[in-house]
């Protein structure tokens, strides 16, 4: 069985960065894609960034555009998400994601999720 466990969330300042990691298991981790998603308080689940089992192909939200870098070491079984330039609006708790196929593009599906890290800028 896949499992995700995410790590790296926090209290940042606004401006500051964190990287976040997501530890992945159950699978031969390069036919996994991985993505990231986040969800603030009363708002819905926003995709922030996906990238595909070898890496090849990456994909960004609107949000994560220019300040986010989505990243994975596949041999150490570990994705990233590199976030620069943190403002109070990324205040959510992030989630880590895989899909059962290493492809992916904008709007995939994912099958299996961590249980999230709190990520919180102040201002």
């Known amino acids: 069985q896949v499992q995700l466990v995410e790590s790296g969330g926090g209290l940042v300042q606004a401006g500051g960065s964190l990287t976040l990691s997501c530890a992945f298991s159950?699978?031969?981790?390069?036919?996994?894609?991985v993505g990231w998603f986040r969800q603030a308080p009363g708002k819905d689940r926003e995709f922030v960034a996906s990238?595909?089992?070898?890496?090849?192909?990456?994909f960004y939200g609107d949000s994560a555009k220019g300040r986010f870098t989505i990243s994975r070491d596949n041999a150490d079984n570990t994705a990233y998400l590199q976030m620069n330039r943190l403002n109070p609006e990324d205040t959510a708790i992030y989630y880590c994601a895989a899909r059962n196929s290493g492809t992916v593009y904008p709007g995939a599906t994912f099958d299996f999720w961590g249980q999230g890290t709190q990520v919180t800028v102040s201002s």
């Open positions: 990238i595909s089992g070898t890496g090849s192909g990456i």
């Open positions: 159950g699978r031969t981790f390069y036919t996994s894609a």
